[in-house]
């Protein structure tokens, strides 16, 4: 049965007659201008000759495209079709975030962008051989967002198998994650699904549904065929029903009657289409059967579209800069552990990652996005909770070339002294220079311990003679780190950042995949950004030096002191 839906599904998508034709194939004659452009522009990563080989190809993770393949990832057309010229069109205006593919909106006219179009489907002598333009996905049927739906889709997700990959909540942890490759034999990862931005084809619902029914052409991400069109011709609730039947140990002879149906209903759908596919001839109800069929195909393509985007917020986080700054906030007594729920009451600051390119070893293609930051202090300490995406949990593996061992790890900077004022230097970003910094670094392989440092450059780290009392927790769960970490305001150390409110210190994070190769410079991270004790809050100093009137000077006379004091604040 599966055999034959694959077989059969692998030339379904080539006849599908339901399709619009496309009518974006409006790029110009190949001309010697978008020759110029693409060398001038396109050939240092993709090659003169369209092969994905150029001079900076050798770093880059994906590699930049090999044109003379005629394969896609991003398109508006069915599985197993070329793209439109419109969807050569935009990808190059938009790039392909998450990859190294930049955008060229801003670099190139809209005449030079369409010059490009043709000049690049010269690689590919496809693009002229077709007749036929590439059929487009139709999107008439769109699903709006709603819970049920999005239920739907949660279901789909598993019995689908998208969770192997993009793992229980789609951080892109699923088991089989470290170990995929794409067509072109390199190492690719699946998409963190809660982090929209960084799809290559952009995360609107369309989008999404666009990458399923048309695939990814070149990653090992199915597209919704073969194998993975699990149950052709039943309805999610009818595939959901049969999956619990088939996961019974005991079937009762009316549940073998049941499921003997469901697979005669694919079946009998599975061989219409056959029949079509091999142009026999079938009645008006088995065209109808069909159709129906494939109806359920695209409905469940947009269940999963909304489940996507359920897991994602609705754009990328603001980074905290401006007046976003990471404000810890004042608390009385006891500081929230790493588990209080406390902490989800509090929106968290986000720092973006990028990958380390000024020192060697530079790191061109970075895993990690960003770190979420909150904290919290009382009078005598302060604590953060930092929380980070990694798909894997990585604690010693061993680089291949360099023999170095491989963690995940974490790095938060600051300068040793405050500088005095907006415009006083702060230490270079790069674990600082003449002016040094002081290093919380956190390990995988120790997770309820930090070590601190100082350090006067990237290279020029040492852990400090004497280590402060911090308090360390950590957690790994669904492709997630927490750390929490607590420490003294003041230390008697000189080398310690000393801390009070309402003094804003440049704070900075490193952060390491060891699954990534991440190991000593090769890393992301951020430069610097800003971090302040949010001032104690005003009812409280407020209340406080009456009172302490009041003790000092007697009871009676200090409450008349303190209504005086209140009555001529007031007026
Ligand atoms: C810094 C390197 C770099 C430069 C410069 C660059 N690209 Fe790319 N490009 C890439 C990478 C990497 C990919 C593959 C990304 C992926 O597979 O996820 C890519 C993919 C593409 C794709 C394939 C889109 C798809 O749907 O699969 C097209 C088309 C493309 N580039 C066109 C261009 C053009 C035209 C230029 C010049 C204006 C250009 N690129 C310049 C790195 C680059
Ligand atoms: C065999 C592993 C695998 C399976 C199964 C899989 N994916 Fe993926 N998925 C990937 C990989 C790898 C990528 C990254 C593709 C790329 O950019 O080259 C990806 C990318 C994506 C993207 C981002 C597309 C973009 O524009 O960048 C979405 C959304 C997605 N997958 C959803 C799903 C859903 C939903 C399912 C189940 C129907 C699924 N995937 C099944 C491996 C998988």
Request: hydrophobic share 35%.
């Amino acid at each position: 049965m599966r055999i034959r839906t694959i077989a059969l599904l692998l030339i379904l998508f080539g006849t599908l007659a339901v399709f619009s034709p496309a009518d974006a194939q409006n790029a110009p004659e190949a001309s010697e201008r978008g020759k110029e452009v693409y060398e001038d522009s396109c050939a240092h990563c993709h090659g003169v000759e369209g092969r994905g080989d150029g001079s900076a190809a050798e770093n880059l993770l994906p590699r930049p495209r090999d044109f003379t393949r005629g394969l896609y990832k991003i398109r508006s057309t069915e599985a197993g079709q070329l793209p439109t010229d419109q969807d050569l069109f935009d990808i190059i205006t938009e790039g392909m975030p998450g990859s190294s593919m930049p955008e060229w909106e801003t670099a190139l006219s809209t005449d030079d962008r369409w010059q490009l179009v043709a000049y690049i489907k010269t690689f590919y002598p496809g693009f002229k051989e077709n007749e036929t333009p590439p059929k487009q996905i139709t999107l008439a049927g769109k699903i709006s967002y709603a819970e049920q739906s999005v239920e739907i889709g949660k279901e789909l997700y598993v019995e689908l198998g998208c969770v192997e990959c993009h793992g229980n909540v789609g951080r892109g942890d699923g088991t089989s994650a470290p170990t995929l490759e794409d067509s072109w034999g390199f190492q690719t990862w699946p998409a963190n699904l809660t982090q929209g931005w960084t799809f290559r084809g952009g995360y609107d619902t369309e989008d999404i549904f666009k990458r399923f029914i048309g695939g990814i052409a070149g990653s090992p991400m199915p597209a919704f065929e073969g194998d993975s069109f699990l149950n052709f011709g039943l309805t999610a609730e009818e595939s959901k029903r049969l999956i619990e039947l088939e996961n019974r140990d005991e079937m009762t002879e009316a549940e073998e009657e049941e499921s003997g149906k469901f697979y005669e209903k694919m079946d009998a759908a599975v061989d219409i289409a056959l029949t079509i596919q091999e142009g026999g001839e079938v009645s008006a109800a088995d065209i109808q059967t069909y159709n129906d069929a494939m109806k359920i195909v695209y409905e469940k393509s947009w269940h999963l579209a909304n489940y996507v985007k359920s897991l994602m917020p609705e754009k990328r986080p603001e980074p905290a800069i401006g007046n976003n700054v990471l404000r810890s906030q004042y608390v009385q007594g006891a500081l929230p552990a790493i588990d209080d729920a406390v902490w989800e009451t509090f929106e968290a600051r986000y720092f973006p990652l990028v990958g380390q390119v000024v020192i060697e070893p530079r790191q061109f293609n970075p895993t990690i996005d960003g770190v979420h930051v909150k904290s919290f202090y009382n009078d005598t300490e302060v604590a953060f909770l930092f929380i980070w995406d990694d798909r894997t949990h990585t604690t010693d593996e061993t680089d291949e070339n360099t023999g170095k061992t491989l963690e995940d790890a974490l790095a938060v900077q600051f300068p040793v002294k405050v500088p005095q004022g907006p415009t006083a230097p702060k230490p270079y970003f790069l674990w600082g220079g003449r002016l040094p910094v002081y290093l919380w670094h956190w390990k995988a392989s120790m997770p309820e311990q930090v070590t601190e440092l100082t350090a006067k450059g990237i290279n020029n780290a040492e852990v400090q003679e004497v280590q402060g009392e911090l308090e360390v927790q950590s957690d790994y769960t669904d492709g997630q780190y927490k750390l929490w970490v607590k420490r003294a305001l003041k230390t008697e150390d000189k080398k310690d950042l000393q801390l009070e409110p309402s003094v804003f210190v440049p704070i900075a994070f490193s952060a390491w995949d060891g699954s990534n190769g991440d190991v000593d410079t090769k890393r992301t991270m951020t430069s610097w950004y800003t971090f302040v004790l949010e001032p104690v809050p005003s009812s409280r100093r407020f209340v406080y030096p009456p009172l302490i009137a009041i003790l000092s000077v007697g009871l009676l006379f200090g409450l008349r002191a303190f209504v005086q004091r209140r009555n001529s604040e007031e007026v």
